[in-house]
């Protein structure tokens, strides 16, 4: 069964910069490469949302709110995806989960526990 395992968040300034990170784990590296992977997140009281993902081919796309500011990458020979997030701010505050994407642009597998991110002055 695959395991999401989300990494790297915590309490940073307003302006700061956090990278994150997930594993796949018990995942074969040909199952991992064909995904396009995505990075979401679910600030208080708010419903999970998209912010970044990156294409087999590493397309990347970004929501608005995000834009110029994060980054998404990724390492097939390590099965793991990255988000270096910059110039973070108070509505950046979330839970951020991993997940593939599914044709249908659904998150595929079941959650991990996710990494807290905090902006705070």
């Known amino acids: 069964q695959v395991q999401l395992v989300e990494s790297g968040g915590g309490v940073v300034q307003p302006g700061g910069s956090l990278r994150l990170s997930c594993a796949a784990s018990?995942?074969?590296?040909?199952?991992?490469?064909?995904?396009?992977w995505g990075w979401y997140r679910q600030a208080p009281g708010k419903g999970r949302e998209l912010v970044a993902s990156?294409?087999?081919?590493?397309?990347?796309n970004y929501a608005d709110s995000v834009k110029g500011r994060f980054t998404i990458s990724r390492d097939n020979s390590r099965k793991r995806t990255f988000l270096q997030m910059s110039n973070l701010n108070s509505e950046d505050t979330a839970i951020y989960f991993c997940?593939?994407?599914?044709?249908?642009?659904?998150?595929?597998?079941?959650w991990g526990q996710g990494t807290q991110v905090t902006i705070s002055p």
């Open positions: 990156i294409s087999p081919d590493r397309m990347t």
């Open positions: 997940n593939a994407l599914t044709a249908n642009k659904e998150p595929k597998y079941n």
């Open positions: 018990r995942m074969i590296t040909s199952v991992f490469n064909p995904h396009v």
